[in-house]
């Protein structure tokens, strides 16, 4: 219990502490200058919301699956999974997302890949258009089919996982077409309520319900997987890769702009994209700590995960009816169901503004956003038929990968505007080393199955190189008086 009370004020101290720091690096935050909300406003992707709706849509955009189901299955790998939630939220996710919505603020509501290609260049932007293309399609469809099967097993005889997804799916059409304000910013205040019900709810009843949350940290921080020994799955980089949208996920980068062009102040960016990461980060350190307190430990959980039936999803139904009661349980799985369905339509509505930004379509008449949509939705429909364990597979790589882009392209920002550069550098680094050791040592054919020596020493020398080029850039910057003084 211990360590969970202090990993929980640590990640709290670090929303005040670090948040600060983050938002003073970046400089120069002026709540006078106008936003892209107010000066492109067209009332159906630049609309100026209250700040209260902007926090919510986009802890909901991010939240998803990610710090629930990824949090119940990284925390097998044992007490490391606490660190990493912990710190990695505080400087990686929650900076990263911080940083690219104040760069989107300050180039006009610019989408992720047109920013990343601004900064690291055109061969580049046009590989970011095809991965955030590609990851915000495999989250549309990743987020169909999760909820459709909570929903389903709550509902036996009443809807099978079919009628489920149809339903979710024809909420996506709308959700990515309408305006902003006209379904989004409506429904989504009883999506978060419920979401923040059931994480509240299980916190208290982790705090005061007597409870034991056996973390094991003063054993170690080794491996707990039933499969440690043969070595497939690593504590590293299997771990940072598990737990993504919990501590750093590349997909946050899509949605901070997005909402970034529903912001009135600049100086609110701190307290909904830095703050919003951190409620995330909460949620998947209490999803955590309840995975190993509700089944005894990390064996007990790794037996009833390997049980023939049971799953994340029975996991999250079992732990909310058994803590909260029915009506709570009831509750607290409608946040569980709210956060991948508010998740996936917002990742369908930002490919529709990235398709839009890269053809320099207007997105005000509706027509447009149709013909923007159709293909989107269509490949979106036939991913629905793939098996699922394939597309979360390659979701969480190519998630994690974006993730790395977005921290170079903000350290090449604020070098440029001769900033402290060392802030994303370092979980830029970091992040590399995690997204190549694992597609080179993951086993064939999730990864290429290398030796881990061979694949950590490449990843190290991709760092190396990436560094290399940095240095370059900063030199020929430097001599060309480019670095832009604040």
Request: proline share 5%; aromatic share 12%.
């Amino acid at each position: 219990m211990t360590a969970f009370i202090v990993s929980l004020v640590i990640l709290i101290a670090g929303y005040f502490i670090y948040g600060k720091i983050a938002e003073r690096v970046f400089g120069d935050i002026d709540g006078s200058r106008p936003t892209p909300a107010v000066t492109q406003a067209d009332g159906v992707d630049f609309v100026v919301m209250p700040t209260w709706k902007v926090f919510l849509i986009q802890f909901l955009n991010i939240a998803g699956m990610g710090p629930i189901f990824g949090a119940i299955m990284g925390v097998m790998f044992g007490p490391a999974a606490f660190l990493w939630i912990v710190f990695g939220t505080i400087f990686a996710g929650a900076v990263h997302d911080f940083v690219a919505a104040m760069i989107s603020l300050r180039s006009g509501g610019m989408s992720l890949p047109e920013i990343v290609g601004r900064e690291l260049g055109p061969v580049v932007r046009q590989v970011m258009r095809v991965v955030t293309l590609v990851l915000l399609v495999l989250v549309g469809a990743v987020f169909v089919l999760t909820p459709s099967e909570v929903v389903a097993g709550l509902t036996p005889g009443w809807f099978s996982v079919r009628v489920c997804a149809g339903a979710i799916f024809l909420y996506y059409i709308l959700a990515t077409m309408l305006p902003i304000d006209k379904l989004i910013g409506k429904i989504y205040p009883l999506f978060g309520a419920a979401l923040l019900f059931m994480g509240v709810g299980l916190l208290c009843y982790l705090l005061f319900g007597g409870v034991e949350i056996p973390d094991g940290i003063a054993e170690g921080l080794h491996n707990r997987r039933p499969d440690a020994a043969d070595g497939m799955r690593p504590l590293f980089p299997m771990l940072c890769i598990s737990i993504a949208c919990g501590a750093i996920s590349g997909f946050h980068a899509t949605q901070s702009p997005m909402m970034a062009k529903c912001l009135r102040d600049e100086r609110l960016a701190r307290p909904v994209f830095y703050g919003a990461m951190v409620t995330e980060g909460i949620i998947a350190l209490i999803w955590a700590a309840a995975a190993i307190a509700f089944t005894g430990g990390y064996e007990g959980l790794a037996a009833y995960m390997a049980t023939p039936g049971n799953s994340q999803g029975s996991f999250v139904t079992d732990v909310s009816f058994a803590w909260l009661g029915t009506a709570g349980g009831i509750l607290a799985v409608l946040g569980v169901v709210a956060a991948p369905v508010s998740t996936g339509d917002t990742a369908l509505r930002s490919a529709r503004l990235t398709i839009a930004e890269i053809f320099n379509l207007p997105q005000k008449k509706l027509l447009n956003r149709f013909l923007v949509c159709l293909p989107l939705f269509a490949v979106t429909f036939i991913l629905l038929f793939v098996d699922f364990e394939v597309l979360w597979r390659y979701f969480a790589w190519t998630n994690q990968t974006l993730a790395v882009f977005t921290l170079w392209a903000s350290t090449v920002y604020l070098a440029r505007h001769g900033r402290f550069y060392w802030l994303t550098l370092i979980p830029a680094l970091f992040m590399q080393v995690v997204t190549v050791s694992y597609i080179l040592l993951a086993p064939v054919p999730e990864g290429f199955g290398l030796d881990h020596s061979l694949s950590f020493a490449v990843a190290g020398l991709t760092c190396v190189a990436s560094l290399g080029c940095f240095a370059w850039y900063l030199r020929g910057a430097r001599n060309s008086i480019e670095l832009i003084k604040d």
